[in-house]
């Protein structure tokens, strides 16, 4: 079955850019999405079909997806993006990477 | 405004089954396709399958075959997700999202399974 490879955690500076990394064979040629969850409340989509961010989202969301791996991007990192990440894409099933803890610190 | 709202938290025995239910509002239900998705206690997202109604389509999680069933009752505006022969290993929080043509936008609030003897 098709796997997402996430890092478990990224730690990040107020203000500066966090990356996250979702690792998959030929990724690129499936479209991903990415989630982010806070505790104890459901997910979000913040980036979808590669790159296009949900009405509602801040511009400092972006994504990108190319060869085995996608990448979300939050610019400028704020204290309220500190939350589980997911990635997600579409092989003969919807799959989920394993999640990476953004930490604002 | 869309909303999802799933039935209320359940225990259950091993062996039995269990009937999550999501009833949509704010839209038209047909029209967009419903996903299940679970969540263990201090783990990740686990994708289960979706259903959509018109057509009518179900895919399902390989591991899942066999022992999960999502029904819709579109007079009704809800969707169903049935699991059997839990096990401990089913408790999680469940949840439905509603399923667009490229994204998966609205989710509800999530149910709790518990599986205990």
């Given at each position: 079955s098709y796997e997402l490879t996430q890092p478990p955690s990224v730690s990040v500076s107020p203000g500066q850019t966090a990356s996250i990394t979702c690792s998959g064979d030929k990724l690129g040629d499936k479209y991903v999405c990415w989630y982010q969850q806070k505790p104890g409340q459901s997910p979000v989509v913040v980036i979808y079909q590669d790159n296009k961010r949900p009405s509602g989202i801040p511009e400092?969301?972006?994504?990108?997806?190319?060869?085995?791996?996608?990448?979300?991007?939050?610019?400028?990192?704020?204290?309220?993006?500190?939350?589980?990440?997911?990635?997600?894409?579409?092989?003969?099933?919807?799959?989920?990477?394993?999640?990476?803890?953004?930490?604002?610190? | 405004q869309v909303q999802l709202v799933q039935s209320g938290a359940e225990v259950k025995k091993p062996g039995a089954s269990v009937k999550v239910s999501c009833k949509a509002s704010g839209y038209t239900f047909?029209?967009?396709?419903?996903?299940?998705?679970?969540?263990?206690?201090?783990?990740?997202?686990?994708?289960?399958?979706?259903?959509?109604?018109?057509?009518?389509?179900?895919?399902?999680?390989?591991?899942?075959?066999?022992?999960?069933?999502?029904?819709?009752?579109?007079s009704t505006s809800t969707a169903y997700m049935e699991l059997r022969s839990l096990t401990s290993d089913d408790t999680a929080v469940y949840y439905c999202a509603r399923v667009g043509s490229s994204l998966v936008d609205y989710w509800g609030q999530g149910t709790l399974v518990t599986v205990s003897s």
């Open positions: 400092r969301f972006s994504g990108s997806n190319s060869g085995n791996t996608a990448t979300l991007t939050i610019s400028g990192t704020q204290a309220m993006d500190e939350a589980d990440y997911y990635c997600q894409a579409w092989d003969s099933r919807r799959v989920f990477g394993g999640g990476t803890k953004l930490t604002v610190l | 047909p029209s967009y396709g419903i996903s299940w998705v679970r969540q263990a206690p201090g783990q990740g997202l686990e994708w289960m399958g979706w259903i959509t109604t018109y057509p009518a389509y179900t895919n399902y999680a390989q591991k899942l075959q066999g022992r999960v069933t999502m029904t819709t009752d579109t």
